[in-house]
């Protein structure tokens, strides 16, 4: 707006100096002259400007698809991209979800038993040692009605429902490692709440087997019994069509298994792997992702993962 209002003014300041001197009029030519040179330095004033923002958004690696970055994160867009390889999952096709009843009708048979809730491509990852180096796509568990909120406010576990536990089982298989308050978010929606009460989290957590929990000074999470956090080396990149999670409900092995396959291609400075990372789990950079990058990369250093070089780049270990 600066530079469009300093041309405008020097057109503005041209027209009316050669009227003053057509008109021979001094006071008219003085008035023209104060135009051109306001419209002047208002121009030269804002292109300074662009030219400063252009140098600062230069130096910082915040994600733009307009520049066309890699949707998986190899580094900033003056590095070479490697070849992506071939996704060996097929598309699923977007089923809509049918609205929320307001009453409930029983399932007219059980629930079938945990494993096999989840997707066929997840069931199969987790046969061929569990995930891929490259990360897998994230999917969620389903979002279908399983019964009323009086499900979740039973005064006794003996008189807990078991499609409740069921419920909590299959989510932890499908999204696990899972942030606990997410966990009971995602198994209350399915009964109708969309603010658990107290008594009902402690309804849904109470479902949670006590070797499933993890407690990190990143937060709690349940695992699925198949994964073993010191060994896990898996992640679940954020597929274009599904909405991302929040930074603070991502564990932070998964962090660590991200950044270090970051750091497997190349090594990277700091802002490379924030940036990189970021992008894996469809982010952009912020304070509070910043941090929780920075912790866990601090994490990876620790327990042998990556190492610092003396020039302060990071690179992969295992």
Not at 25 to 30: H, L, M, Q, R
Not at 46 to 59: A, Y
Not at 156 to 176: K, Q
Not at 187 to 207: D, M, N, T, Y
Request: with cysteine.
């Amino acid at each position: 707006m600066g530079l469009l209002a300093g041309v405008f003014g020097v057109l503005l300041g041209a027209t009316g100096y050669f009227s003053g001197i057509g008109n021979a009029s001094t006071a008219e030519i003085v008035l023209a002259v104060g135009f051109l040179v306001a419209g002047t330095a208002l121009a030269g004033v804002s292109i300074w400007q662009l030219v400063v923002s252009d140098r600062h958004k230069r130096r910082t690696f915040t994600h733009d698809s307009k520049r066309g970055v890699h949707p998986y994160g190899y580094g900033p867009p003056s590095q070479p991209r490697p070849e992506t390889p071939a996704n060996p999952y097929p598309q699923v096709p977007y089923l809509p979800q049918a609205s929320p009843q307001l009453h409930y009708t029983p399932p007219s048979a059980p629930i079938a038993p945990t494993v096999a809730q989840a997707p066929d491509w997840q069931t199969r990852t987790r046969t061929a040692h569990h995930w891929l180096p490259t990360g897998i796509p994230y999917a969620s568990a389903p979002t279908s009605v399983l019964g009323s909120p009086a499900d979740l406010d039973r005064d006794s576990s003996a008189t807990i429902p078991l499609r409740v536990r069921d419920a909590v089982r299959e989510t932890v298989a499908i999204e696990g490692p899972i942030e606990r308050n997410q966990l009971v978010a995602r198994v209350a929606q399915r009964f109708g709440v969309h603010k658990p009460s107290e008594k009902q989290q402690i309804c849904v957590l109470g479902e949670v087997p006590e070797s499933l929990m993890r407690a990190t000074s990143l937060g709690v999470f349940a695992w699925p019994s198949d994964l073993d956090p010191a060994t896990w080396r898996g992640f679940r990149f954020t597929p274009p069509t599904v909405s991302p999670r929040t930074i603070d409900t991502i564990c932070a092995e998964e962090i660590v298994n991200a950044i270090t396959q970051v750091a497997h291609r190349n090594r990277c400075t700091f802002d490379e792997i924030v940036w990189a990372t970021l992008t894996q789990f469809g982010h952009e950079r912020t304070g509070a992702a910043e941090d929780r990058i920075e912790a866990c990369l601090t994490a990876a250093v620790r327990r042998g993962r990556l190492a610092r070089d003396p020039d302060g780049r990071y690179r992969a270990l295992t």
